[in-house]
């Protein structure tokens, strides 16, 4: 599969610390494009055939239900079924202040959308009463083509809370280890809240080498996918994939690396 990345608007003054660096900073230029994840998974989903299409995060709290629901109905549409909702609250405030969206209760505002949604892609008259949102009697179409799995990322309480009690985690940047232990409580979650063992995905990054012992580490603990990003210089890589000085926002180099990525990792887990 391939996933794809989401900010609705990039301020260029921004306080808000990104959780996932050690500095508190971000490792992309303000000035990245950042298109509608929705669109562009769409034109992917139209020239391709076998591929999931997934989202890596959407913003779906500073948008409204019908946005959204419409977004991923309209790609699944597209790509004949094959896509999956990543979500996540986000992290920087000045977006949602520019977009004049209280930041404090995104978490609430987030799991409200991702139960419209739901309810608006069974393709049904619905209606709704909750704390941000009000609807009666409305219908939505066409509906997903098949079941919408929702996958929530972040790794607070909260984050993983809302990933275990839907389909599955995007996780961050960690060892093995680490992300064994974090699988393991989603699990323990999905058990209290009533919730079956199967049909859940734990979809991780690692900041390790892949090694076959790894992946078997992982597979015992109910992890079979990870996520990779082979073009883009990160602050947590572990091997490059990309020459250096290469321009990564040619193709040609993006599809060389993942090339590299494929031969390296990929092919090489026995």
Request: aromatic residues 10%; contains cysteine.
């Amino acid at each position: 599969g391939v996933t794809y990345a989401d900010h609705l608007v990039m301020p260029t003054k921004i306080a808000s610390k990104y959780p996932y660096t050690v500095d508190g900073e971000i490792f992309w230029p303000l000035d990245a494009p950042w298109p509608d994840p929705w669109i562009a998974l769409s034109v992917l989903g139209s020239h391709t055939k076998s591929i999931k299409l997934i989202t890596n995060i959407y913003l779906a709290a500073m948008r409204d239900p019908f946005t959204v629901a419409r977004m991923v109905s309209t790609a699944s549409e597209f790509s004949n079924g094959r896509i999956l909702c990543g979500v996540s609250a986000g992290w920087l405030k000045e977006e949602y202040d520019a977009a004049q969206i209280d930041f404090a209760s995104r978490g609430r505002r987030l799991d409200e959308i991702i139960a419209c949604a739901r309810q608006l892609w069974t393709g049904e008259i619905v209606s709704h009463k909750g704390e941000f949102f009000e609807y009666d009697s409305v219908i939505m179409r066409p509906a997903p083509k098949g079941h919408v799995e929702v996958w929530s990322g972040g790794g607070s309480k909260p984050a993983l809370r809302r990933a275990a009690a839907n389909d599955g985690w995007l996780g961050l940047p960690m060892t093995v280890e680490q992300n064994v232990g974090v699988a393991q409580a989603m699990y323990k979650m999905r058990g209290e809240m009533g919730l079956p063992q199967t049909g859940f995905s734990p979809c991780i990054s690692l900041i390790e080498p892949l090694t076959t012992g790894a992946a078997e580490k992982l597979k015992a603990a109910g992890i079979d996918d990870i996520m990779s990003i082979p073009y883009m210089p990160t602050p947590w890589e572990n091997e490059g994939f990309v020459p250096a000085n290469a321009d990564i926002s040619k193709l040609q180099v993006k599809k060389d690396a993942v090339s590299r990525y494929a031969e390296r990792v990929i092919h090489g887990l026995k």
